[in-house]
């Protein structure tokens, strides 16, 4: 029996069902890894907030331990006052001078964290804190608010809403 050249040629490649196959597979994949993704990405913001308010709440109560009972930027309304309190070095009775000229403080180096949820520093300075409804697209000055702050009383929170991952509003912790 005499072949032909057709019939000498072999078969190469994918069939359109095999690559179909391979492209669902991948599918299914990607559908179930990246939502795991989303939520690293959300746990991890959280926890950046949650140490970030932990370090200020502790940073303010040193300061108030070191200044007579008074809290950062007492009787004032002035964010600049609050940060001054905490980034730049004090006497006792709150007046501020450059870092290593005044007995206490700094007690945070370089700026006031910002808030991993809005991205912003700004802080906003009210009379009631767990009264004040959180305001994501609040300034302070150019700066997005990314805490909200009580000088007489020395509470602070988050300017975000939403929920914790153990339920928690937010703005609540």
């Known amino acids: 029996m005499i072949k032909t050249k057709q019939q000498n040629i072999k078969r190469a490649g994918f069939t359109l069902v095999e690559v179909l196959i ?23 913001k959280e ?18 331990y070191q200044h007579n009972g008074k809290y950062p930027a007492d009787g004032s309304t002035d964010t ?10 004090s006497d006792k009775d709150g ?13 945070l180096i370089g700026n006031i964290p910002p808030n991993p949820f809005t991205g912003g520093s700004g802080i906003m ?6 009264g004040t409804t959180p305001d994501e697209s609040a300034k302070d000055g150019t700066e997005i608010v990314g805490w ?3 000088p007489a009383t020395g509470e602070l929170k988050g300017n975000n809403a939403g929920k914790a991952s153990d339920g928690r509003q937010l703005d609540e912790i």
């Open 22 to 44: 391979v492209v669902v597979i991948l599918g299914i994949l990607a559908a179930t890894v990246l939502p795991q993704f989303t939520s690293a990405s959300d746990d991890a």
């Open 47 to 64: 926890s950046s907030f949650l140490q970030d308010l932990q370090t200020l709440r502790s940073q303010i109560q040193l300061y108030k």
């Open 80 to 89: 600049d006052d609050f940060r001054n309190a905490l980034l730049l070095s």
């Open 95 to 107: 007046t501020t001078g450059a870092v290593g000229t005044k007995p206490f403080g700094p007690y």
């Open 125 to 130: 300075i009210v009379s009631d804190v767990a």
């Open 148 to 150: 909200i702050y009580n």
